[in-house]
């Protein structure tokens, strides 16, 4: 592109890199998402597992790719990342020997329609309620109406106007103790770690199976319950604070 002046202006290649890593990762989630559901639509049809193999197969090798272009430009290579507190039973406790309740109600964030689509589908599938929201603006409303309701945030990072990142603090300033999984295709090792020293409950990085996001959800839930608050200054947590 250039302005009226005739200046050419190439985009920042610290800035277009890193939100192209963001986005590969994820359509490569929506589409790996999509094939998902439409294996459960098709099963049992004739020659449709060589087909289905093949998408699974290509999915793989594109979130491979792309994890490269996130490690190199300066993006965490981990699938996963817990906080500290929520990583070993609580000091003075028993591990649990039976499955803890918790609430099943999930409020779900992203500003992409198919993205909430096939996530709603997903956490509904596996037994939560989920309320979904498409923008910070629209879940801080959802969350000051009713703080309580909300047993996790899954919140993605990349979004117009106000950014994961942002909405994380909003919500933490209405409740300490609020229980954020992020869920994004791109973040910086120092952001991230940022995050989880300010509470952060967790870091699922796109793209991912269907029941890796259950399986993690599920996990924080139940170290939220067993081990307490993630918030920093909550003394419950006190012993694995992120320096």
């Known amino acids: 592109m250039s302005d009226q002046s005739g200046t050419n202006h190439s985009p920042d290649p610290e800035q277009v890199v890193p939100v192209a890593a963001s986005e590969l990762n994820n359509l ?28 699974r ?80 603006f629209e879940a801080l409303d959802y969350f000051r109406k009713e703080p309580g309701r909300y047993a996790l945030i899954l919140l993605d990072l990349s979004m117009p106007l106000m950014d994961g990142e942002e909405t994380f603090n909003h919500l933490r300033a209405i409740d300490p103790n609020v229980v954020v999984l992020l869920n994004t295709g791109f973040i910086e090792n120092r952001r991230l770690d940022r995050m989880i020293a300010n509470g952060l409950a967790g870091f699922l990085r796109r793209p991912y199976r269907a029941d890796e996001v259950v399986t993690q959800i599920q996990s924080v839930l139940q170290n939220v319950k067993r081990n307490g608050s993630t918030n920093p200054s909550d003394p419950r947590g006190a012993s694995s604070r992120v320096p």
Not at 67 to 72: D, E
Not at 95 to 106: E, F, K, Q
Request: aromatic residues 2%; contains cysteine; proline residues 6%.
């Open 28 to 55: 490569i989630q929506i589409i790996s998402d999509t094939v998902a559901m439409l294996e459960n639509i098709w099963q049992g049809a004739p020659e449709s597992e060589r087909y289905f193999d093949m998408l």
């Open 57 to 136: 197969k290509s999915v793989d090798r594109a979130a491979k790719v792309t994890a490269q272009l996130v490690q190199h430009v300066g993006g965490t290579e981990k699938k996963i990342v817990m906080h500290p507190a929520l990583n070993a039973p609580a000091s003075g406790l028993p591990p649990a020997r039976t499955p803890l309740h918790v609430s099943r109600c999930i409020l779900v964030v992203d500003d992409e329609p198919m993205a909430l689509m096939l996530l709603n589908q997903i956490l509904s599938q596996a037994g939560h309620t989920v309320v979904t929201a498409q923008s910070g």
